[in-house]
Every structure is written in structure tokens, then in C-alpha cells.
């Protein structure tokens, strides 16, 4: 099983000082952070569509090994509902295409406000090219259901275990990898993960992952780069 950690995002203005040196100019802020994290959730694809060379860049400057997890779009997944969407996800998914082999899983999130429909899941994991990583979190609970599961499973899409306050999804993989994500237990992008935290879904995370090929893992809590503190605590446990 191949371990990915890392945070949602790596540039954050507040985390100069807390992990990246004063000194340290922006331009060289990526390749500071890829020399302790192996992985990254992109997150800004999903307000705009990168350009060609953004893309290219990204490429280029990660390190051997070094994988992007890419937040597709809110059109899809907010404003269109994921349907009708054959074109806008076809112009998305080739331009993820150019960051070759660093190109780790697709996260579709969906909004609070959109409940379980099947039918419609369905047809949009239809669309979806079976050569790459696909995976979903869904912030309404009335997905958290084994017929949605059977559906993941039959076109290896993921199910996004995650954490935030007031909400944890329940310990599922339905692909051949797993993909969690923290925003926070106590305070929403906004709190530390305790040690004892820390340690219990390290154990979580370790039965999730037994016979998969990989385990994503992304820290969304960035405020005083507790997201950085995290991670590095988490690997410290399963790594």
C-alpha cells in the first residue's frame, strides 16, 4: 500500500513563519513543501479551470513519486448537479491529463443541499474514464448508504471518509484505494487534531486501508498551519 499525506493547499500567506522560513520567497514555496509531503489536494481548480501552463508547471516542478489529488469543478458539481455535464467534464479531465503521471485522484465534492439520487450517480459514473481515479464526498448524509457504496464499487470510484465538526462518514472503501480527508473536529478549517485524535484514526485509517494499493490522506484545517502539524503527526503514526 502506497501512503500519501498531505494538506489541502500550499499557499497560504499565514503559513509563512509557521512552516515555510520568513525569508523564503513564494516562488519556492511548492518545492519547500514537496520535500516533506509526497502528495497535495489542488484546490483552486474547483472556483477556476487552471490553464495549460499552470498545469504544465505543476508537473514539471513535482519530484519523483510526488502525486496531485485535483478538486474538479463546482460547475459539475454545484451548479450543474452532475448533470448534463458531458462536455465541462470532458475540457476538465483533459486538462488534468497534463499532469501525466503526477495525476492522483479526482475529488468531486457535493454540496450540502443535494441529496441521494441514484439514478443520477449512476449515470454520471458512467462518464467517468476508467483509467484514472475518481472519488466522491458527499456532504449530505443521505448518501451514506450501501446501495450508493455498490454503485462506487461497480465503477471502482471512491468513497471520501471525512471529518468535520459535527459530521464524521462512516470507515468505507469502495475502489481499490481509500481517500480521507480532516477539516477539523472542533472548530470547521479551524482546530488542531489532539494526539489521542490522531492516534485513533491512525487506526481507522490503517484497517481502511488493509489489500488497497493506496491511501490518500489531506488536512484541510489550515489555520495556524495546524493542517502541516497534523500530517506530520499522522505520518510519524502510519508511516
Known amino acids: 500500500m502506497r501512503l500519501h499525506i498531505g494538506t489541502s493547499g ?4 499565514h503559513w509563512r513563519g509557521e512552516f515555510y522560513p520568513p525569508e523564503l520567497p513564494k516562488t519556492r514555496w511548492f518545492s519547500y513543501y514537496a520535500q516533506h509531503f509526497s502528495t497535495v489536494e ?18 514539471e516542478k513535482a519530484p519523483e513519486g510526488f502525486v496531485y489529488a485535483l478538486k474538479v ?3 459539475v458539481t454545484h451548479l450543474k448537479k452532475l448533470r448534463d455535464v458531458e462536455e465541462p467534464l470532458e475540457t476538465f479531465i483533459s486538462r488534468a491529463r497534463l499532469l501525466g503521471d503526477k495525476l492522483g485522484p479526482l475529488l468531486y465534492q457535493l454540496p450540502p443541499g443535494i441529496k441521494c439520487n441514484k439514478a443520477v450517480l449512476e449515470a454520471f459514473l458512467k462518464l467517468l474514464p476508467r483509467d484514472l481515479q475518481h472519488v466522491f464526498e458527499f456532504r449530505n448524509e443521505s448518501w451514506f448508504d450501501d446501495e450508493v457504496y455498490a454503485l ?9 471518509v471525512y471529518d468535520l465538526p459535527g459530521t ?9 484505494f481509500a481517500y480521507v480527508r480532516f477539516h477539523g473536529s472542533t472548530g470547521l478549517y479551524d482546530s488542531c487534531y489532539t494526539d489521542d485524535e490522531l492516534k485513533s484514526w491512525a487506526k481507522r485509517i490503517a484497517r481502511l486501508g488493509k489489500g488497497l494499493s493506496a491511501v ?3 488536512f484541510n484545517n489550515d489555520s495556524h498551519a495546524f493542517a502541516i502539524r497534523n500530517a506530520r503527526q499522522l505520518w510519524d503514526l502510519l508511516g
Open 10 to 13: 500550499w499557499m497560504y500567506d
Open 42 to 59: 489542488l484546490n483552486s481548480s474547483f472556483y477556476h479551470l487552471p490553464s495549460e501552463k499552470a498545469f504544465g508547471t505543476w508537473r
Open 73 to 75: 469543478s463546482r460547475y
Open 152 to 160: 462506487l464499487r461497480k465503477h471502482n470510484a471512491g468513497f471520501c
Open 168 to 176: 464524521t462518514t462512516p470507515l468505507v472503501a469502495t475502489a481499490d
Open 216 to 218: 490518500y490522506v489531506y
